[in-house]
């Protein structure tokens, strides 16, 4: 997922306070799930981790929407076929630095949250790809040191979030390309983690390649970013995103039997546009301002599938905490924050 359109969005705030006093939730009727199942369930939301530290009670946003877990996403940075990657830039964003994690993790844990940590790669101008998914390197010896240093990135975040209780911990998100061509690899890198980490131990694999994995047998459970295509309707009714669920629930039902550990959509989420079920990834599919389909993307997610014991729960995407971030991002953003997917989020995980 391309996370510039988070900082370069300059909207205003009454944009959406205006769209969310004019539309209604289609169908809007009562959840009728079974209270015990979903509070099992990881209810969980990402948080974007700014450039400023942020005040201990910012994460009351977490409480208020009612939420159990919360994922924290550090970023380390690729910008060359030949350099590996750099992380901890000082002098930079506060939330992407070593001492931010600490802090978002003490903070978290203070409001009596459990914490995913999910490392992540930043690929910039320079790198070998474009997505991080792709990322390719042009030598043994490139892929070497890339593998090295992050290697030790991972090393470094786990370390953190063991010595600070994290609950959940990824030890990658999306690399597509690196998984596929490095196998062996990612077998001493599971090995070496469980030695260090008390927690749940994870792979955040795309909703398009999460059958390419190999080893989710030595995982506790299997992450997917769920950005599956559900609906092509310009405003998706309900039933119509659960219709579009039901073969995307089989077939994962299926896979969760191969390894018999839970399902967990480490990301899921909707664009407040139109056509919000459409290739929910593409971030710049469709500019028209929608917030009914995103609602009613979110709550047939819901009811397909948090009641299912083989499911696990999920994450979604994406949640701020400072006002000025909020405030800037463009009405379609996938942050559900002051729209009517809010409160459909808010109400299923308060049972």
């Known amino acids: 997922m391309n996370l510039f359109i988070y900082i ?45 530290a942020p005040h201990p009670n910012d994460f009351q946003i977490v409480n208020d929407v009612h939420a159990n877990w919360v994922a924290l996403v550090p970023y380390c940075y690729v910008s060359s076929d030949t350099g590996g990657i750099d992380y901890d830039r000082q002098n930079y964003w506060y939330g992407f630095t070593l001492d931010g994690l600490k802090q978002y993790i003490t903070d978290a844990k203070a409001k009596g949250q459990k914490v995913f940590v999910k490392p992540h790669v930043w690929v910039e101008s320079g790198a070998p790809g474009t997505w991080h998914g792709d990322l390719n390197f042009s030598s043994e010896a490139n892929w070497r040191k890339f593998e090295t240093t992050y290697f030790d990135y991972i090393q470094d975040i786990i370390k953190i979030s063991d010595s600070l209780e994290v609950d959940a ?14 196998p062996s690899y990612w077998n001493m890198m599971i090995d070496s983690c469980k030695q260090l980490f008390k927690g749940q131990l994870t792979y955040c694999a795309n909703w398009d390649d999460y059958t390419q994995v190999s080893f989710w047998n030595k995982l506790n459970f299997i992450g997917i970013d769920a950005y599956f295509t559900i609906s092509s309707a310009q405003q998706p009714t309900i039933q119509a995103c659960k219709n579009g669920l039901i073969p995307i629930k089989s077939t994962l039902k299926n896979f969760h039997d191969q390894y018999n550990i839970p399902i967990v959509f480490t990301e899921f989420g909707f664009q407040s546009r139109d056509y919000a079920g459409f290739q929910p990834w593409n971030g710049s599919y469709n500019n028209n301002v929608n917030q009914i389909g995103q609602a009613n993307a979110y709550k047939a997610v819901f009811e397909t599938f948090w009641e299912e014991d083989w499911f696990g729960g999920g994450f979604s995407w994406l949640w701020h905490m400072d006002t000025n971030s909020l405030n800037g991002l463009s009405p379609i953003d996938y942050s559900p924050q002051n729209k009517l997917a809010e409160t459909v989020i808010s109400d299923y995980y308060n049972q």
């Open 8 to 52: 370069t969005s300059l909207v205003l705030l009454f944009t959406l306070s205006a769209c969310k006093k004019k539309q209604k939730l289609d169908e809007c009727k009562p959840f009728t799930h079974t209270p015990s199942e979903v509070n099992k369930k990881m209810n969980g939301i990402t948080l974007w981790m700014d450039e400023f």
């Open 169 to 182: 911990f990824a030890l990658g998100v999306e690399l597509r390309s690196f998984v596929a061509n490095r």
